[in-house]
């Protein structure tokens, strides 16, 4: 042997040691590509020593030869096992990272709910489909004709200006915001022959101070039964049944002589106050009773406007704040929580009607 070769054999030794001690220490991808690089690459260590066997004689090349490529499979075999090992820590290191805990509690998403009017009207709604009433909906933009002149309410008529009304035009045609729902009267009679039962729930604005009773805009619920030989007991078992559909059975009912041009007789209709069960509280003022809305039999005047025979058909109307049966139903005291846009009271409302 050669002292070419010994040193060779050497060199090739020692890279050996070398490459497989720095990787058995390699521990990620990226120094398992370095390593490669440094020992295996195009411009590594052994592919050097390789190119070096041109410098050996004819004799020593052969078996030195044998001896570089017997290395680099060793190498090119360690590196293969490792680099799979290292791949498969890193993953479960990722995936360790990345783990869900199932067991937390989840987010929960943010719901809306419908509005408590919009609840009240669809109960509404079935409690009098059930009384074979049909819901009907009418203009928020009415003229003067729909909700004064039909209703026996003549331009000057004192009752005119018991409505503080939102007048949206008044030059060539008198046009505004309704202030009840009654112009559906008018409007479903026009329409229909007898027999006519419907309610009309829907909005009305009013010129008014707002108070906590009173809004500009809030929603009414009409009603109107036009047949042969209605009466006003018809009116006064259809409202009591209503009272105690929607506040339980034990509700009583008062019926007091009141004024509505387009009634006669008109009369108010009350409920005793169902939060202190009738003994007086702050939400029905300590009288004991709270307010729903008037009532009354379809004025002969008002029938024969829109071309019913008023000596044979008769009809009861009523007319019933929808805000008001809420807040007697879920003891809210203040009429302006409903437009009011508090999140707290709309939840609270949705978990009462819950
Ligand atoms: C009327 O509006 C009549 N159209 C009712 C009627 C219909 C009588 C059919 C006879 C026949 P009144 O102005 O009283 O009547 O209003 C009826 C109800 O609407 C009131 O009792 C109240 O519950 C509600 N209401 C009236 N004004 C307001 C307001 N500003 N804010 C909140 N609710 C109101």
């Known amino acids: 042997m050669t002292n070419a070769t010994t040193t060779f054999d050497t060199t090739l030794a020692d890279l050996r040691d070398r490459a497989l001690a720095a990787l058995a220490v390699a521990d990620d991808p990226e120094a398992m590509a370095a390593w490669e690089r440094a020992y295996l690459g195009a411009k590594g260590e052994l592919t050097g020593l390789l190119r070096g066997l041109g410098a050996l004689s004819a004799a020593e090349r052969p078996g030195a030869g044998r001896a570089a490529n017997a290395v680099k499979q060793e190498l090119t075999a360690a590196f293969a096992a490792r680099n799979e090992a290292v791949a498969s820590v890193s993953l479960e290191a990722q995936l360790a990272a990345d783990a869900i805990d199932v067991t937390l509690p989840g987010r ?96 009305a604005y009013r010129y008014e101070a707002q108070d906590a009773s009173h809004e500009w805009m809030f929603h009414q619920l009409e009603g109107l039964a036009v047949d042969e030989r209605i009466t006003l007991a018809d009116l006064k078992g259809v409202l009591t049944e209503l009272a105690r559909q929607l506040f339980g059975p034990q509700r ?53 406007g829109v071309g019913y025979d008023p000596d044979r058909y008769t009809g009861f109307a009523f007319g019933l704040g929808i805000e008001r049966m809420i807040m007697m139903k879920y003891g809210v005291d203040d009429v302006r929580a409903f437009a009011g846009n508090d999140l707290r009271f709309l939840r609270r409302m949705a978990r009462l009607a819950a």
């Not at 003549?154 to 505004?176: F, G, K, L, N, Y």
């Not at 009141?258 to 108010?268: I, L, S």
């Not at 069960?277 to 009773?289: A, E, F, I, L, S």
Request: proline letters at 8%; a negative charge; glycine letters at 10%.
């Open 108 to 203: 929960a998403p943010i719901l809306g709910a419908e509005h408590p009017v919009t609840r009240m009207v669809a109960e509404l709604g079935e409690i009098f489909a059930l009384m074979g009433f049909q819901t009907v909906y009418g203009p928020e933009v009415e003229t003067g004709h729909y909700n004064f002149d039909l209703l026996n309410i003549p331009s000057d008529h004192p009752a005119r200006d018991v409505w503080d009304t939102m007048i949206v035009q008044s030059e060539r045609e008198e046009i505004v915001l309704r202030t009840h729902t009654s112009p559906m009267q008018a409007r479903t009679m026009e329409q229909t022959e007898p027999p006519v039962r419907v309610i009309v729930p829907g909005r």
């Open 252 to 304: 009583k009912v008062r019926f007091r002589c009141d004024f509505f041009p387009f009634v006669e007789p008109g009369v108010d209709f009350a409920v005793d106050c169902a939060i202190c069960g009738g003994g007086g509280c702050r939400v029905c003022k300590q009288t004991g009773w709270l307010e729903m809305g008037g009532a009354g039999m379809v004025h002969p005047r008002v029938l024969r």
